[in-house]
């Protein structure tokens, strides 16, 4: 009976995670104009409009730039910060990591138009480097949070060992921290990318006319009223999200990553 | 000599270390807010951006009753939405941390790609899902829940749904490392010396998640008033709540001091009610 009420409870909840994802799907299989689930004549009409279209084609590119360039300027932050926290305790980087929190935590409009005042202010404005800047600094505290715990998880005693077997700082951070600090960086990009690749309002503020990225492109759209094409953008950031975690999740431990218990040894 | 200078050369090497997280950090990190400020008390130029001088002029302007109305639309679609996050969000972790780590995986990586959604995309799902032609209504029609199919938006229920389903993740994120590791030792051991099943959970479980608890509700009422598509694209053009004001504000009028002083509002609104929720959490341990 419990369990059966678990059972109950965690269905409705998947249905309701997936539902609008099972639409839009189910959706852009359509063979006509016409928005409808199941979808009539199922066919891939729509995928063929949306990869030979110039202007969703230049929306879905400018995306995936915008997103690694900001995930690449985000983790050139945070990783000194967190290696200045982790070697040296600075108060420092300390300081630095609670503005990274702060700048997170506030709500996304605020963000928005501090960075359409701040890019307006210098006279920069609709550059593609102001939506990558802003978006870097805006999701910066995740890549701190994972690198931090990656830090955090190198064995001291290990460190310890190693100079007393007479290695050096340069051959102790090569051989010993950064294999176990890698996946926490490789983690700390995917999840900026895909927050980038998927952030709305501040890059619509910031550059929206000149960078158009495919949420901003989708957004315009809606107002023009329904378009298949859109459910095709949909489909493939719900496919990449998917593939990105699942990678972090194979590369390293998620429960981990995510706060939880670290995964047991085999046989310990 | 090298006694003198160690503490130089650390100091030397963390300058070198921490001087481009510096620049980024303080420069577009901290210092736009202090320009927001700064632009908030500027005369408004109406053929660009502002003009130098000083006026409160935006500030005298938050007192209009249809602001008003959006800042409380702001507040209370916050707060139903941080309640029902916690309340669906909270059993889910619990029973997340209690499975096997393969599922546990892929619950979370699943919850981490609808997180990671644009609110433009999903927002546009919902739209699609609560249309007339495919959407629930259907549903309701065929349970016999309702007469004809119509279109369930724009209302305040579609943007309620819709802004859970943006939530909810965060709320299961933020309550998971706490779930997970909570010490069930020590539940054991007031069971052994005679608690309840309920007395168990109320004296030792209920101290341990409450501050963790709150801060979930925190987190899903600062995401609920920042967001600016759903409401925009799902809800009643008369509940239109600050944030999607604050963007037209912006957009459409080109104020950017009033649009900069409206931020503040909503941001002091915003911390008002986090310390709020904070203070209600002290209060029900005494």
Request: hydrophobic share 55%; charged share 10%; aromatic share 10%.
């Amino acid at each position: 009976m419990k369990a059966a009420g678990k059972f109950l409870f965690l269905a409705m909840l998947g249905l309701f995670l997936a539902a609008p994802l099972v639409v839009v799907t189910g959706v852009s299989f359509n063979g006509t104009q016409r928005m409808s689930f199941p979808p009539e004549k199922a066919s891939l009409i729509w995928y063929d409009a949306f990869f030979g279209d110039p202007a969703w084609m230049s929306a879905l590119s400018l995306s995936l730039i915008v997103a690694s360039l900001a995930a690449l300027a985000s983790v050139s932050v945070a990783f000194p910060i967190a290696y200045a926290i982790w070697k040296y305790q600075s108060r420092t980087a300390l300081f630095l990591e609670s503005i990274a929190r702060v700048s997170f935590l506030l709500p996304s409009i605020v963000l928005s138009i501090v960075y359409l005042v701040f890019w307006s202010w210098l006279g920069h404005v609709g550059r593609i480097e102001d939506t990558v800047l802003s978006h870097a600094v805006v999701f910066v505290a995740l890549p701190l949070a994972t690198i931090g715990l990656g830090f955090r998880s190198v064995d001291l005693s290990l460190v310890e060992a190693a100079r007393t077997m007479g290695a050096r700082e340069g051959d102790v951070l090569r051989t010993i921290v950064r294999p176990i600090v890698m996946p926490y960086v490789v983690s700390g990009l995917v999840f900026v990318f895909i927050l980038s690749l998927n952030e709305y309002i501040i890059a619509y503020m910031v550059a929206g006319f000149e960078v158009e990225t495919l949420p901003i492109k989708v957004f315009n759209n809606l107002r023009m009223g329904f378009q298949p094409t859109m459910c095709v953008g949909a489909v493939l950031f719900m496919l990449l999200g998917v593939f990105a975690f699942s990678v972090v999740a194979l590369i390293g431990d998620l429960p981990k990553l995510l706060g939880g218990i670290a995964r047991q040894r085999e046989g310990a | 000599m090298t006694v003198l200078n160690a503490p130089l050369a650390r100091r030397l090497r963390l300058g070198l270390l921490l001087s481009w997280p510096m620049l980024v950090l303080l420069g577009l990190g901290a210092m736009p807010f202090i320009l927001l400020l700064r632009i908030s008390v500027a005369p408004r130029d109406p053929n660009g951006m502002w003009l130098p001088g000083v006026t409160l002029h935006a500030y005298g302007a938050l007192g209009e009753p249809d602001l008003l109305g959006a800042l409380s639309d702001s507040v209370e679609m916050a707060i139903i939405v941080g309640a029902i996050s916690v309340g669906l969000g909270f059993p889910l972790t619990w029973l997340i941390t209690r499975m096997r780590r393969r599922l546990q995986v892929v619950w979370l990586v699943f919850l981490l790609a609808t997180l990671s959604l644009s609110d433009v995309l999903i927002a546009f799902s919902w739209q699609v899902m609560l249309s007339k032609r495919i959407g629930l209504s259907n549903i309701f029609v065929a349970l016999g829940l309702m007469d004809a199919p119509e279109s369930l938006t724009p209302s305040t229920g579609a943007v309620i749904a819709c802004l859970v389903y943006l939530v909810l993740p965060f709320t299961v994120l933020t309550l998971f490392p706490v779930l997970s590791r909570l010490n069930y030792d020590l539940v054991e051991a007031a069971r052994t010396l005679g608690a309840s099943p309920f007395r168990a959970f109320t004296s030792v479980v209920v101290p341990m998640i409450k501050g963790p608890t709150m801060i979930a509700f925190v987190i899903a009422m600062v995401l609920t008033v920042g967001t600016y598509v759903p409401p925009l694209v799902l809800g009643r053009p008369q509940h239109w709540p600050m944030a999607v004001l604050i963007g037209s504000t912006a957009l459409a009028g080109h104020d950017l001091p009033r649009a900069s002083a409206m931020s503040f509002l909503l941001l002091a609104a915003t911390v008002l009610l986090a310390l709020g929720a904070a203070q209600a959490a002290r209060a029900r341990k005494s």
